[in-house]
Each structure stands twice: as C-alpha cells, then as structure tokens.
Nanobody, 127 residues
Framework: QVQLAESGGGLVRPGNSLTLSCAVSGRTVSRWTMAWFRQAPGKEREFVAGTRMSGSLTHHADSVKGRFTIFRDNPKNMVTLQMNSLKPEDTAVYYC????????????????????WGQGTQVTVSS
C-alpha cells in the first residue's frame, strides 16, 4: 500500500523560506511522476510543481517559477519542495501526489492523473 506523508508546513513571514517534504512508503517511486499541488480557502486545488523521468525533468507553475523548486531524493524515496520569497498568496494546504505512470508535460499538471495523495500540510504566509 502506497502512502504519502507531507511535513514541513507552518507559519512564516512574507519573504521567508520554507521546505516541504513528502516521504513515500510502500513502493519505490524513483521512476514515478511526483508533484505538489495546493488548495487555498475557497479555491480549487492547483498544480505547483512536478518531477518526472526520475527527476531529470521538472515543471513549475508560473505563479511559483523562480521562487519554488521541486527536488527528488530517490534513495530516500522522498520529494522536496523548496519555497523561497514566500508571499501571502502562497497560503494554502499543500499536497503531495504520485502516480506510477510517466506523465508528459501536458498532463503532469492535471490533478486527476494522480492516484496517490498525502493528507496535506498547511502553509500560512502572514506578517
């Protein structure tokens, strides 16, 4: 049984950084497509960043490009989201997602392509 567990959320001031981690158990996911999504209050869940091809290819939403970076640590079966220069609009619950399928650039951003999800971790950016 595949389980995803996010950690690292919290309350930070605008401009600061935060690192989210997603630990995967139950399967080795080095060749899986992994992603982070987020959902702000009253809004739909949206794609943040994804990694495919064992980490050789990454994709980031325009809203976080240049500020957030997704990494994967295949030996540890983990995916990390480094978030810098955080803004109040980054406030949301962040979810880790995984699929055994090798998604392509046009589908990696689609929520319904992922069959495994974590419980989410709250990130609040406020002064």
């Amino acid at each position: 049984q595949v389980q995803l567990a996010e950690s690292g959320g919290g309350l930070v001031r605008p401009g600061n950084s935060l690192t989210l981690s997603c630990a995967v158990s139950g399967r080795t996911v080095s060749r899986w497509t992994m992603a982070w999504f987020r959902q702000a209050p009253g809004k739909e869940r949206e794609f943040v960043a994804g990694t495919r091809m064992s980490g050789s290819l990454t994709h980031h939403a325009d809203s976080v490009k240049g500020r957030f970076t997704i990494f994967r640590d295949n030996p540890k079966n983990m995916v990390t989201l480094q978030m810098n220069s955080l803004k109040p609009e980054d406030t949301a619950v962040y979810y880790c997602a995984a699929t055994a399928r090798g998604l392509i650039a046009s589908t990696i951003r689609q929520m319904n392509e992922y069959e495994y999800w974590g419980q989410g971790t709250q990130v609040t950016v406020s002064s």
